[in-house]
């Protein structure tokens, strides 16, 4: 078992922040040059390459992942609900300024809740309603009518909400089937393919897109899928090492670090309502992520680090 070290996880979660922070920004960037397909492919193929090589070493080892997945079904829909997931974000970064769309898009654990309680029959208590409700609210302040976000492109970041919300319902079902390692394997594999099958009946043709792409578009292609893999590695690591409840809270620093990479790169800059619509939904969803890792310690029931993963990247 993995001794306890609460510091150097928080330090993984800031970590995983700043990649997806970054990589957001990244994909609003290079969305302006490259069809966006192209970069869900990327990002998928890349975990997938970098994750078979992983478990290619790994499962020498005594104790290592491997490839064989317990319940084939279940990698699969998972990998399809991340990848839906990720194409509302994907899509959505290239009509949002990144913080405001980080902020929306974390609103996850809030619709996990709504989704657990209708799925699962899970009981929703005054105060998880309240944080529900405190959600929405906070979502409302950042694309209030006059924030220059109110229309339809919000409806992305909300809906790929939904999409990881139900990811995170459908884990916690069935969390601890396959190791971490072997199921963000098959999440890059099933991304990948499936985006193949789509480019194949689409007018997007990835070769000549590749021989006369921009060196600097293909490394940021790459780089987003290097910061997608490191990023949620890094989650898996740090859930190892400290508490659920004590790293959540860290998990929202990704809004900041959106910000600074955005500011960074467009000189774009939330305003007052909209830092305190994203404070509102960093506290709602903090705590409604720390409720659900209390209830679950109090039947004895453990937390795959899956589960209470806030962000859909």
Known sequence: MTAARPGLGIALILVMAACFGTMDTSVKFVGAFVPVIIILWCRYTVQAVSMAAWLSVSRRRPGGSGFNAAHPKFQVTRGMLLLSSSTCAFLGLQYLPVAEFTAIGMLTPVMATLLAGWLLKERIGAVRWMLVGGGFLGALIVIRPGSGLFGWPVLLPLTGSLAYASFQVLTRKLAGLDSPFTTHFYTGLTGSLVIMVAMAVSSVDLAPFVASAQPLHLAVLLAIGLLGTV?????????????????????????AFAAVASWVVFRQVPDAWGWL???????????????NVREAASVRQPVSPLTVDTVAD
Request: net charge neutral; with cysteine; glycine share 10%.
């Open 277 to 291: 619509g994203m404070a509102v939904v960093a506290a709602c969803g903090a705590t409604s992520a720390w409720l």
């Open 231 to 255: 990023g949620h590695l890094m989650l898996v690591l740090a859930f190892g090492l400290a508490p659920t409840s004590t790293l959540t809270p860290f998990q929202y620093t990704q809004i």
